[in-house]
């Protein structure tokens, strides 16, 4: 009896895991275990044997059951502790680094102009930045051979050789974007149409790509003065400054008439750009009358219906009100310059954005 007390305790005690604890159990007291076995023996003894035997095997059996779950009980822990070890984790350490993109100045500006507009009852429209000569110029009252077209240093698309008929061209404004919406929803209409176009053109105020948003509002009698309280508003709006300083100049578009250009004050002094203050003048928009033939070319009865049509330059009022100097630093995608002049993500522009920003 002593011999196998021995023997089970040290084999529990050497057991290195859950699958060697278990065997040494099915090797003591499973159903064919030792000291199972000697307990069915008992049955063969004489009564005093088994006063003696029967007690001592129960106590024995008894002493093994415990040792082996106390075993248990410790390689649990250790597995426990073993674990924790493994998956400890330094909650103090910093993060790591992740770089952080930044709202281009003209989205910004873009999502800024839209929510104004919103707010005015225009709705956003689109169209295509390959236009077809009609859309860009002969819808829009500039025909063929008309001067208007030499001033805008269109960028022409490939045509195959022999093939004549007019090449489509990159969009040189956002005004064939006026035809596009008229022709699909008709009259009355309020719509802003803001997206790139190009001209060959290139300085300090202007680069071959840019941005602008057309402004269409048609109805039964919506006049210039109605054109001239809107961009007011917008331009209150938009810089935060009430009664911000305009220039409206007589002008000529072949799309308009009567036409206007607007100009907000400005100064650059040491190299930096200020709205609203010295003797410079920026032009930031083209606006006007929409021509009858305009609207004719769009579907829209000239007897019926007439309203105001704005194309402005998205660029400009993004230089104008965060004072960004040089238009062609816009495009250069310079990191510097974009962490500079970028905006959080969820700087989330509001009617009342101000000048800060
Ligand atoms: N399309 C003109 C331009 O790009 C601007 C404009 C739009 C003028 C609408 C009048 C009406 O210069």
């Known amino acids: 009896m002593e011999e196998l007390r021995q023997k089970y305790l040290e084999a529990i005690a050497g057991a290195a895991d859950e699958a060697a604890l278990e065997a040494v159990r099915v090797q003591a007291l499973g159903k064919k275990g030792e000291i199972s076995l000697k307990m069915r023996e008992l049955g063969r003894m004489s009564p005093e044997e088994r006063k003696v035997a029967g007690p001592a095997l129960n106590a024995l059996?008894?002493?093994?059951?415990?040792?082996?779950?106390?075993?248990?009980?410790?390689?649990?822990?250790?597995?426990?502790?073993?674990?924790?070890?493994?998956?400890?984790?330094?909650?103090?350490?910093?993060?790591?680094?992740?770089?952080?993109?930044?709202?281009?100045?003209?989205?910004?500006v873009t999502e800024e102009i839209t929510a104004i507009f919103a707010d005015l009852g225009f709705k956003v429209a689109e169209g295509p930045q390959i236009e077809t000569d009609w859309y860009n110029f002969d819808a829009l009252n500039i025909p063929p051979h008309h001067p208007a077209r030499q001033e805008f240093d269109t960028f022409y698309m490939h045509r195959a050789p022999g093939d004549d008929r007019p090449p489509h061209v990159l969009r040189t404004h956002t005004s064939p974007v006026q035809i596009r919406a008229m022709e699909k929803e008709g009259a009355p209409i309020r719509v802003i149409a803001p997206g790139r176009v190009y001209r060959s053109d290139y300085d300090q105020t202007h680069t071959p790509m840019f941005h602008q948003v057309e402004g269409l509002a048609i109805d039964r009698d919506i006049s210039m003065a109605n054109l001239k309280w809107v961009l007011e508003e917008f331009f209150a709006a938009f810089f935060g400054i009430d009664g911000i300083k305009t220039r409206f100049r007589a002008s000529h578009f072949p799309f308009t008439e009567p036409s206007a250009e607007v100009d907000i004050q400005c100064s650059w002094v040491d190299g930096q750009l200020r709205i609203g203050e010295g003797e410079g003048w920026m032009e930031v928009l083209g606006s006007g009358m929409v021509h009858p033939k305009v609207l004719e070319a769009a579907g829209v009865d000239p007897s019926q219906w007439q309203g105001f049509a704005f194309g402005m330059g998205i660029d400009r009022l993004a230089m104008l009100k965060y004072g960004i100097p040089d238009l062609r630093a816009f495009f250069d995608s310079d990191l510097r310059w974009l962490r500079h002049y970028g905006f959080a993500a969820l700087d989330v522009p509001t009617l009342h954005g101000g000048v800060s920003g």
């Open 61 to 108: 059996k008894n002493e093994i059951n415990s040792a082996i779950a106390a075993r248990r009980a410790a390689l649990e822990d250790a597995a426990l502790e073993e674990r924790l070890r493994g998956e400890w984790l330094d909650v103090t350490l910093p993060g790591r680094p992740r770089p952080r993109g930044t709202v281009h100045p003209v989205s910004q």
